[in-house]
């Protein structure tokens, strides 16, 4: 049983460009929630996603976009990359409304921005 | 609003010693709490959770009691291994299930 996976794992990219993020959830999960991770601090939520909506947001810029497919799967879209949006992202996924079903993260995208 | 207050490492301890990492929270009615453990090179594992107040979360020798009277829920264990060595992370739901909210971690080494 496959559990959550991103990709890329590692990606450099540099300031003002554009980078896509995906995560494919776990087995029979169908909620997807993204986390950023800066250096030495603990992740901060960005957004979630279920039945393809966003259905919760923190406290992120527009320039941070998201997609859910029909899959359950997601990406995570940056625009115009500041070198302060290097970071490792996560990907959570889990099931909705569901107290009982823990978040299971993936081992997340480090973004370089240079 | 919400927050977690977790205290500052890194805590290096000896093999088999005792460990406490403590966490502290602010938050507007009674969340779920967790701690999440993050290894090097790999994504966050829930490690124990509690729902209510005076409940104890318990996993892999580890523990963390709800407690509403000093809004805290911090870690124990009583005999740490080396394999113990990672990054641990208190977090309180925040909103829905998806909406965790962090503490900065606390890095745990643990010698031979």
């Known amino acids: 049983d496959a559990g959550v996976t991103q990709s890329p794992t590692h990606l450099i990219k540099t300031r003002g460009q554009q980078v896509t993020l995906r995560c494919s959830p776990k087995s029979g999960h169908d909620t997807v929630s993204w986390y950023q991770q800066a250096l030495g601090q603990g992740p901060q939520f960005i957004f979630q996603?279920?039945?393809?909506?966003?259905?919760q947001r923190g406290n992120f810029p527009d320039r941070f976009s998201g997609h859910q497919f029909p899959n359950y799967s997601s990406e995570l879209n940056v625009n115009a990359l500041l070198l302060g949006d290097s970071a490792l992202y996560l990907c959570?996924?889990?099931?909705?409304?569901?107290?009982?079903?823990?978040?299971?993260f993936g081992n997340g995208t480090r973004l370089t921005v240079t | 609003g919400n927050s977690v207050t977790q205290m500052e490492g890194p805590v290096t301890l000896s093999e088999e010693a005792f460990l406490t990492i403590n966490c502290t929270y602010t938050a507007t009615g009674y969340p779920s709490l967790f701690w999440y453990v993050q290894y090097p090179g790999e994504g966050l594992q829930l490690l124990l959770k509690?729902?209510?107040?005076?409940d104890k979360g318990s996993n892999k020798g580890f523990e963390a009691t709800y407690r509403k009277e000093t809004t805290s829920f911090h870690l124990e264990k009583g005999s740490v291994q080396v394999s113990d060595s990672a990054v641990y992370f208190c977090?309180?739901?925040?909103?829905?299930?998806?909406?965790?909210?962090f503490g900065k971690g606390t890095k745990l080494s643990v010698k031979p």
């Open positions: 996603y279920y039945e393809e909506e966003e259905r």
């Open positions: 959570a996924s889990s099931l909705v409304d569901r107290v009982n079903s823990p978040l299971h």
């Open positions: 509690a729902t209510k107040a005076d």
């Open positions: 977090a309180l739901l925040g909103g829905s299930q998806g909406n965790l909210i």
